[in-house]
């Protein structure tokens, strides 16, 4: 099992940006890809964007240009930065690991933008 921490979260006016970070410990050798999703109220959890361990990315659309996911290896360490943040980018952002075929997920963090 992997442990996850997610952190820097918080409100933000649009057009600004943030930086995500996501510690993970534990069984950390199994982790084959991680990634963030996120959570707006009344809408389903949606992929925003995955790193592999081979270092491939991929990007929902929606956030393509603006966020980046980026890994520290040393320090155990997913990153989301997001760029010209928009109201809409507003939800709780969840960092998971998967470790297939088992996902385990960090405890989410607040990021609201203002318009």
């Known amino acids: 099992q992997v442990q996850l921490v997610e952190s820097g979260g918080g409100l933000v006016q649009a057009g600004g940006s943030l930086r995500l970070s996501c510690a993970a410990s534990?069984?950390?050798?199994?982790?084959?890809?991680m990634g963030w999703y996120r959570q707006a109220p009344g809408k389903q959890r949606e992929l925003v964007a995955v790193?592999?361990?081979?270092?491939?990315?991929n990007y929902a659309d929606s956030v393509k240009g603006r966020f980046t996911i980026s890994r520290d290896n040393a320090k155990n360490t997913v990153y989301l930065q997001m760029n010209s943040l928009k109201p809409e980018d507003t939800a709780v952002y969840y960092c998971?690991?998967?470790?297939?075929?088992?996902?385990?997920w960090g405890q989410g963090t607040q990021v609201t933008v203002s318009s």
């Open positions: 998971a690991a998967d470790s297939y075929p088992l996902r385990d």
């Open positions: 534990g069984s950390i050798f199994s982790i084959n890809a």
């Open positions: 790193i592999t361990s081979g270092g491939t990315t």
